[in-house]
T-cell receptor
Framework: DTGVSQDPRHKITKRGQNVTFRCDPI?????LYWYRQTLGQGPEFLTY????????KSRLLSDRFSAERPKGSFSTLEIQRTEQGDSAMYLC???????????FGQGTRLTVV | TQLLEQSPQFLSIQEGENLTVYCNSS?????LQWYRQEPGEGPVLLVT?????EVKKLKRLTFQFGDARKDSSLHITAAQPGDTGLYLC????????????FGKGTHLIIQP
């Protein structure tokens, strides 16, 4: 296992289109987190899963955003009707227990034109 | 809302110099983590500090957690160009939200 992987690395989409990102955590990690990072800022928490259960969602996660982790392994983050303000780096992280050691993927860079 | 303030926001120094960056909050954290991030990549965990007053060393990097667990510092000795990057601190509260709260980071440039 080489760590957390995210796909795609880059995505350019037109405003109004839907996009879906995938995150594969480290295999024995039961916690999975999504963050968003805009240029010059630190990552902002979006949501997290304990196995397949989504336990917390940030106010940043509008109703256009949905995340799933159907079998407690990989996770997807979907953004519907994308807006230019959604342009950001979307980061996924996983940990074995509650934030003892959290490891991030390389992120998906989304550009909405 | 728990906020982490990092300072300075930007720092550019010459190779071989020493530097310290700070991470401050009015909130108490059960633990605090430092990450380093390069452009276009995800943050890479450097260290986790848990105990108030704890000091951890990672080669030329020294991390300290404040006694009250509200602040932390990162000291780099004899900085090298490879230390260039965005240094982020992130805190975990003892209760409530389980997501890490990140500071905005310190952009560090080490010039050869």
């Amino acid at each position: 296992d080489t760590g957390v992987s995210q796909d795609p690395r880059h995505k350019i989409t037109k405003r109004g289109q839907n996009v879906t990102f995938r995150c594969d955590p480290i295999s024995e990690h039961n916690r999975l987190y999504w963050y968003r990072q805009t240029l010059g800022q630190g990552p902002e928490f979006l949501t997290y899963f304990q196995n397949e259960a989504q336990l917390e969602k940030s106010r940043l996660l509008s109703d256009r955003f949905s995340a799933e982790r159907p079998k407690g392994s990989f996770s997807t983050l979907e953004i519907q009707r994308t807006e230019q303000g959604d342009s950001a780096m979307y980061l996924c992280a996983s940990s074995q227990e509650r934030w003892t050691e959290a490891f991030f993927g390389q992120g998906t860079r989304l550009t909405v034109v | 809302t728990q906020l982490l303030e990092q300072s300075p926001q930007f720092l550019s120094i010459q190779e071989g110099e020493n530097l310290t960056v700070y991470c401050n909050s009015s909130s108490v954290f059960s633990s605090l983590q430092w990450y380093r991030q390069e452009p276009g990549e995800g943050p890479v965990l450097l260290v986790t500090v848990v105990t108030g007053g704890e000091v951890k060393k990672l080669k030329r990097l020294t991390f300290q957690f404040g006694d009250a667990r509200k602040d932390s510092s990162l000291h780099i000795t004899a900085a090298q160009p490879g230390d260039t990057g965005l240094y982020l601190c992130a805190g975990i509260s003892g209760g409530g939200a389980d997501g890490l709260t990140f500071g905005k980071g310190t952009h560090l440039i080490i010039q050869p």
